[in-house]
């Protein structure tokens, strides 16, 4: 199993980059519990609101939001694993995620490649899935693997299927999925079942983990609250990952973007954790800056390295480990 290094422990006077002191996070942390249980969030799934209604939440059946009290989502942290170990087929690649450990994976989901017969653009196939997956798994930088493009000669809603059954078959490194339905999750995970010998052994052994992104600002859509429960409940690893954009979806000040993408992320932990207590997270971010001249996401920005590294300090703060997109 990999221990890789350390990141951010103070161990000496060398540097680090912290961008917020830690009454500042505590700042952060409280304005959070104040909007999550002032405004709350969408909830899209009548399951969902169920979910949050039987663990004490104020929900409104016909706005739809979810108001989630201090104490649940408290709870939700504090019952959230501080590390876990994410498991490869091969049990050498198994990697122990958590706070300050560093990993590094590739990030997903392209649409098409160069192809390297021809030197043309061309849309991705399902043999380039396995292809990448098989690179990755060369790679000893990589400790786990992400899917890198999306297969487009596959039937759209069964895509995510078929791009699993193509990296499971050439790579054997933690993998992490990106199901769009209940329905596509639960098909995913009984597939790894069975290649790790039953549901049993795959909640002993999660070779694979899940992958969620709210809808900025403060929306849990239909999609993303199916696959919280069902890896909750098949006990895998499971990734909220907000993508809000400062000034465009999110506050233009970073504390402001970091308030808003901490409710997402921290409403999904929540929901989770409602489905079964001691289910492990991650604590995802692609949050950056919007281009104001193009409207779009700037991911090569010096602002997406600040709010990265406060996103990695709040996930410190509350002891769960961090995935950070983007450098």
């Known amino acids: 199993m990999k221990r890789n290094l350390f990141s951010g422990g103070m161990r000496s006077r060398g540097l680090s980059v912290n961008v917020f002191t830690e009454s500042e996070l505590d700042d952060i942390h409280l304005s959070t519990l104040e909007v999550l249980e002032r405004t709350g969030v969408f909830v899209e799934a009548d399951d969902a609101r169920d979910i949050f209604k ?58 098409a490649v160069i192809d390297t017969d021809t030197g043309k653009l061309r849309e991705c196939t399902l043999q380039d899935v396995g292809d990448i997956a098989r690179l990755n798994d060369y790679l000893s930088e990589m400790d786990t693997h992400e899917i890198s493009v999306g297969a487009r000669d596959v039937p759209p809603e069964t895509a995510a299927v078929h791009n699993t059954e193509a990296q499971l078959l050439n790579t054997t490194k933690p993998l992490g999925i990106g199901p769009l339905s209940g329905l596509e999750c639960n098909a995913i995970l009984r597939m790894c079942a069975e290649v790790v010998g039953g549901a049993d052994e795959l909640r002993a052994r999660p070779i694979v983990y899940g992958g969620v992104c709210p809808v900025s600002p403060l929306k849990l859509p239909k999609d993303a609250t199916e696959v919280i429960i069902e890896c909750s409940r098949w006990g895998i690893p499971d990734n909220i990952l907000s993508m809000a954009m400062a000034g465009g979806s999110s506050p233009v000040t970073l504390a402001g973007t970091l308030v808003t993408h901490n409710a997402e992320v921290l409403a999904g932990i929540t929901l989770a954790q409602l489905v079964e207590r001691g289910s492990p997270m991650m604590y995802g971010s692609s949050t950056t800056a919007m281009d104001l001249k193009l409207a779009a996401a700037s991911v090569g920005s010096p602002e997406i390295c600040l709010i990265s590294a406060a996103v990695a300090q709040m996930a410190r703060r509350y002891m769960i480990p961090s995935f950070v997109a983007g450098l």
């Open 54 to 111: 039987d663990g004490g939440c104020v929900v409104d059946s016909e706005t739809r939001m979810v108001r989630i009290p201090p104490h649940v989502v408290e709870d939700a942290i504090a019952s959230s694993p501080s590390k876990y170990v994410l498991c490869g087929r091969d049990p050498k690649n198994d990697f122990l995620m958590e706070p300050g450990r560093v990993a590094f994976t590739n990030f997903s989901e392209g649409i």
